[in-house]
C-alpha cells in the first residue's frame, strides 16, 4: 500500500513540475558556455548541447559520495539523458575516465575542470546540475543517495521534454 501511495505521489508530482517547468522557463538560470576538456582529448561545448538536455555531475576520484551516486547516474544516462561527468580537485595521478570504466559506467569524463567548478561556483563534490534543452539550470543537488527520487523525477522531466514540441 505505501509503495502504491509512493507511486501516485510521485506519477503527480511529476506533473506538476512538469507544468512548473512549462510556465517558469525563463526563471531558470543559463549556464554559460563552458568547454569541457574530456579525457579523451576531445572537446564538449555546451553551447552545442542546446537543443538537448543532460546532466553535469561534478565529481572527483577519491570522493565517496561520489561513488555512491554514480550507479544512479548511469541509469539515467541509460534511459537516454547524456550524463557528462566533470572531475575537479584531482590529484595530479588521478585518472578519472579509468576510474569510471573500472566502475562500469559508460558516460564520459571531463578532466582538470577546477576552474569551470570555479567559474559555476561549484566547491564540493558531488554536485550535480540538470540542464533543460535551452541550457538552463533547472535543478542543481548534492545529494549522493541514489534512491532519491528527485533524482529520477527530474530526469524523467527532461526526457519527457524532448519528445515535447516547442509553441
Known amino acids: 500500500m505505501t509503495q502504491l501511495l509512493t507511486a ?17 522557463d525563463e526563471a531558470y538560470p543559463q549556464l554559460p558556455t563552458l568547454n569541457l576538456q574530456m579525457a579523451d582529448g576531445s572537446i564538449i561545448n555546451t553551447h552545442d548541447l542546446v537543443g538537448q538536455p543532460y546532466v553535469l555531475h561534478f565529481w572527483a576520484t577519491w570522493c565517496p559520495y561520489c561513488k555512491k551516486l554514480q550507479p544512479a547516474l548511469q541509469k539515467i ?19 578519472p575516465a579509468k576510474a569510471l570504466s573500472n566502475r562500469g559506467y559508460t558516460f564520459k569524463t571531463a578532466v582538470k575542470a577546477d576552474a569551470i567548478a570555479a567559474q559555476l561556483s561549484i566547491r564540493g563534490t558531488p554536485t550535480t546540475l540538470f540542464i533543460d534543452k535551452k541550457g538552463s539550470v533547472v535543478w542543481l543537488t548534492n545529494t549522493s543517495n541514489p534512491e532519491d527520487a528527485n533524482l529520477h523525477l527530474n530526469a524523467r522531466t527532461l526526457l519527457h521534454s524532448i519528445n515535447v514540441k516547442t509553441k
Do not use: C, P, R, W
Open 77 to 95: 544516462n541509460d534511459m537516454g539523458l547524456k550524463v557528462i561527468a566533470v572531475s575537479f580537485k584531482e590529484d595530479d595521478d588521478a585518472t
Open 8 to 24: 501516485i505521489s510521485l506519477f503527480l508530482l511529476s506533473f506538476t513540475l512538469y507544468a512548473q517547468d512549462q510556465n517558469t
